[in-house]
C-alpha cells in the first residue's frame, strides 16, 4: 500500500483499542476503500474471525439481502439462539411465516447472534459497497453498530461518497478516505508505470487526481500532449454517465469542449500551461455534482478527471470531432494546440491540415518533445493528399521515432511508404541502417545501404532533408567504424554532392573522421554552427561530438545539460543518449571523475533498458577508460575484455581503439611501461599517426611517455615530433599540451626542454585538462629534481601530486609521492596551497588571471557570476591582495613558496 498513514494509523487503533466498535470508511470511487478494508482484514486475521460481504447493486432493491449475505456464514450458530430469536431469522431469511420483523426486534436479533458466534474468537464484519445494501440491511447494521460497544465484535463498511444510502444517517463514526497526496500519487504511478515520459506521466497524474486506480489504469490511454478517452468500469459509466445523459444537448456539448480543451478537474488541480476553454451556461451541470468551483481562482471544474473522461467517452464521434473543429478555431495562433485538435477533427486528406500538423511537429521536435512530433507526423502523413507528401512524412516520423529509442515503430513507419517501383525508399533506408547499426553493431550492412542509395541517380531525397540525414548517418557509420577505406568512401560520396552537401554534414566528416589531417580550422567552424538559433536536438549532439574530436567540448557543456534530461524523458532518447556520453566525457576532461561515474552508470542503465547495444558497449568504454585512470585496473580490464569481445568481430573500430586505450592506461596506471607501449602501438605505430584513428592523437602522450621509460627513446621523439609536424598544437588546446609536453619529454637540451614544458603549461588553463596537465608536471618536475636539484622541483610536484590525489588517480598519485619524498618532502605535507585555497577557489583563480570574466568563468564551472564573485572575494586575502590584476604574481609566488 502507497501512502495512508494516517488511514492505517486509526485503523490499527480501531482494530486494538477498546472503543470504537463501528467504523464506516467514505470516499469516492476508486480511492483506496477496498484497500484500506484488506488491510483491517489482514491486521484481524491472526486473532479474529472474519466475516466480508459485498454490496451488490442488482440486490439493491432486495429487501434483507445484504443481511443476509452478511450472516449466512452464521447461521449454524442459530440452534444456540432462544425459539423468539430464531422465528425472526425465519421470517427474514427462510420459509417462516408471520409478521416481518421490526427493526429493533430483528437488530437485537442479530446482536445475539453475533455474540454467540464471538464467544471463542472475536469476530469482526467487513462489508465492502455498503452503499449497495438494500435499505432494510443498512438500518439493521445501523442499529447493530451503535450497540456493538464493549463487546467482541466489530464491524468495518466502506461506502462510496457520492451515492446515497442510509448509511449517510447512520450516525455511526466514520473514517473520510480522501485521494492520495502528490507525493503518494507520484510514488504510486512510479512504482506501477516507471518508464512514462515527463510529459505523459504529469497528464496521468493531472486526470487521476490522486484516485488510485486511475493512475493505474490510464498510463496505457493517455500520450504525450492528449488526453484520450479512458476504459471506464460499468459502475463509474453509470453514476457519472446516467447524469451526463440527463443534461440538456446544449449543456453537454459545452461540457463536451471544456473536457477535449482539457478543463481542470478538481479544486486546487494541477493546470496545464495556458487559459482554457470557460464553460458557460452550465449550472445544471453543477447541480448534477459534476462540476465545481476552484476557490483559488474561482474557475468552473470537474469534479473528478474521470467524470471528463466519461464526458468524452459518452459523445459519439461526430460530436467529438465537431468539438475539436470548434477548438482548432479558438486556438488559430497557437501552432500545437491548434494541431492537437485538427488531427482529431479531420477525417478526409486535407494538406493545409497536415501542414499544421508539421510544423506541430517541427516546434514540439524542438521542444524535446520528439514522442508527440512522431504522432503528429504519422497524422500528417495520413492526412496528405499526395503519395510523395505520404512518404516524405512517414520518412521524417520513422526518423525522429529512431532518435526516440522507438525502433519498433521507427521500422513500421519507414516501411509503411515503399517507393512507387517497391524498393525501398531513400527515408527507409535511413531508417533500417540506422537499426542495423545501433541494435546490431553491423557497420558493413548500413555503410552499404546508405552509400547505394547515395550513388543512386534515380534516387528521389524529396526537399533534401533525406539526403542530408543519410549523409550524416553515413559519417556516423564510418566514425564507429574507424576504417580508412570505409572513411575514404564516405569522403567520395560526400566530395560528389557539392552544393548539395549541409555545411554541418562538411563539419562533421572533418571532426569524426581524421583531425591530424582534416582537424585545422574545425573548431572555429564548429563555434559559427553553434551560433545557429534553431539547432534540432540531433545537431546539437553531432556538433557537440565534433567540439570533442577538438577539445573545445566543455564550451557547449552547459546545452548539453539543459537539454538532456528534456530529451531522455520527453523527446529524442537515443540523441539523450548520446549526450550523457558527451556529457561524460567532458567530465572525464575537467576533472570532474566522480560526476563522470554517474554520468555512466546512468547512461548504461538508459542504453540497455531500451535494446541499444552499440550505445551500451560505447558506455562501458567509456567507463572502463575512467576506471583505467583511477587506478581500478581489474575493473578497467574486465569492462576492455566485454567491449572488445563485442566490437572486434563486428569491426566497430570506434570501440576497439577505446579498449586499446584502456589497456595503455591501465597498464600506465600500475607503472608497467612496457605493457603500456604495446597496447599503444595497437592504435597507431610510433612516429605516424594511423588514418581516420581517433584515438590515436589521444594517445600521443600515452605512447611518448611508455616509449622514454621503456628505453625507446627515438621512438618516443619520432612520435612527439611527428605531432609537431602534423600541426596538432593548432587542432586544438589539448593536442597543444601534450604535444609540447611530448617534445620537452623527449628533448636532450635542458633549455630546450624547459622552453617546451613552459609553453605546454603556460599554454593550458588549470582547469581544462588537469589530468594531462598534472603528468606533465610531474615529468617536469622529476626532471628537475634531477638537473637543479629537489627545491626546484617541489612546486611542481607539489602540484601534481595534489592533482592526482583530487581527482583519485591513485597509481599516477604513488608516483608524484615517490618523486616529492625523494624531493625531500613528505607527501604528506606536499600539498602546501590546497590548505589556503580550495580546488574550486584554486581553479576560479587560474581561471580569473587567464583573464576570463565572471560570467565566462561561471559558464565553464556551472557556477553563477555571483558565486564566482564570492569565491574572488574570500581568494584576494588569501593571497595577500586586493585585484585581479595581481592574480597572476599572486599565484607564481604560492607555487615558488611550495
Known sequence: MVGRDDERERLSAFMTDGGERALILRGETGIGKSVLLDHAVGLAAPHHQVIRATGVEAEVELPYA???????????????????????????FGPGQGETPSVMSLGIAVLDLLALAAMDRPLLLALDDGHWLDASSIEVCGFVGRRLAGGAVRMLVTVRSDVTSRFDTAALPELAVAALTDRDAEHLLDARHPTLDARTRRAVLDQAGGNPPALLELPPHVGPGEEAPVPLSRRLQHVYG???????????????????DGVAAGPGANRSHGARHRMRDVDEAAAADLLDTDPATGEIVFRHPLIRSTIVRLATPGQRRAAHAELARVYHDDVERRAHHLAAAQVDPDEEVAAVLEAAAGSATRRGGAVAAVAWLTRAAELSETAADRARRLGDAAFIAGHAALLDQARELAHSGPSPDGTASPAAVVTTAYAAMY??????????QVTAVLEDPHADFGTGQTLTRLVNLLLAVSQYSGDATLWRRAEEVTAALGDRLDPRSAIYRDAWGDVVRHGAGVHERVERAFASPALEPWDLSRLAVAAYHVDILSRYSPHLRRAVDREIETGAMANGMTMLHLIMLDQLATGQWDDAERTGQRALELTTSHGYTLFAHHTRAYLGLLAALRGQVEHAR??????????????????????????????????DHEAAYMHAIGITAPGSFEPYAHQAPRTLLDLVEAAVHTGRVRQAREHAQAALDAGLPEVSPRLALVTYGALAMTADDDTEAEELYGRAEGGSVETDFPFELARIRLAHGTRLRHTR????????????????????????????????????????????????????????????????????IGERMHLSPRTVSSHLYRVFPKLGITSRAALRDALSRLGDAQ
Do not use: C, M
Open 66 to 92: 445484504g443481511l443476509h449475505q452478511l450472516l449466512y456464514p452464521l447461521l449454524p450458530h442459530l440452534s444456540g439462539l432462544d425459539d423468539r430469536h430464531r422465528a425472526v431469522f425465519d421470517v427474514v
Open 242 to 260: 446516467a447524469r451526463v445523459q440527463r443534461l440538456d444537448a446544449a449543456v453537454r456539448a459545452e461540457l463536451l469542449l471544456g473536457a477535449l
Open 439 to 448: 541494435e546490431d553493431g553491423d557497420l558493413r550492412s548500413a555503410h552499404r
Open 638 to 671: 574486465e569492462l576492455q575484455a566485454v567491449v572488445d569481445a563485442w566490437a572486434r568481430p563486428r569491426g566497430v573500430g570506434f570501440l576497439t581503439q577505446i579498449a586499446d586505450a584502456i589497456g595503455t592506461t591501465a597498464a600506465l596506471s600500475e607503472g
Open 789 to 856: 636539484g629537489p627545491r626546484t622541483a617541489r612546486p611542481l610536484l607539489a602540484r601534481a601530486s595534489e592533482t592526482f590525489d583530487r581527482l583519485g588517480a591513485t597509481g599516477w598519485a604513488e608516483r608524484a609521492h615517490a618523486e616529492l619524498r625523494a624531493a625531500g618532502l613528505p607527501a604528506s605535507a606536499s600539498p602546501t596551497y590546497p590548505a589556503t585555497l580550495t580546488w574550486q577557489e584554486r581553479r576560479i583563480a587560474d581561471l580569473a588571471a587567464a583573464g576570463l570574466t565572471n560570467k565566462e
